[in-house]
């Protein structure tokens, strides 16, 4: 869990120094394209998570998932990269219609989810 959380602070923290810029759609396109190969690792290692996780007994990985809550590192990373969301929505709806800005958010944008 924990290599989970370094690289989802890794792809944020790069997201968090490129937002400012993103301005500009030109820019915001050419950022997300260059933010494939993080987003790439990104997406590997929670999926190795999420399939570790899925070879442990039910009691098990609740315990690993109430230790990782209980430790504040989920908590840590709302509180430091919360506010992108609102801001990258703003530039997906600002620059949705910019040239080849989709498939560059389709390329270097991953967001993690919440299971249900």
């Known amino acids: 869990m924990s290599d989970s ?3 989802l602070e890794r792809y944020f923290g790069q997201i968090a120094k490129l937002v400012p810029s993103w301005t ?17 690792r990104f997406v590997d290692q929670v999926t190795k998570t999420k399939a570790f996780l899925g070879t442990l007994s039910p009691e098990c990985r609740d315990r690993l998932e109430r230790d990782a809550e209980s430790n504040g590192k989920a908590q ?27 498939d560059a958010v389709a390329r270097g944008l991953k967001v993690p989810t919440k299971k249900t």
Do not use: S, T, W, Y
């Not at 950022?31 to 987003?39: H, M, N, R």
């Open 5 to 7: 959380f370094a690289a």
């Open 24 to 40: 500009d759609c030109e820019v915001a396109r050419k950022d997300f394209v260059g933010l494939e190969p993080e987003a790439n």
């Open 76 to 102: 840590q990373m709302q509180e430091r990269f919360g506010h992108l969301q609102g801001d990258i929505k703003a530039v997906l709806e600002r620059c949705k219609d910019h040239p080849g800005f989709q």
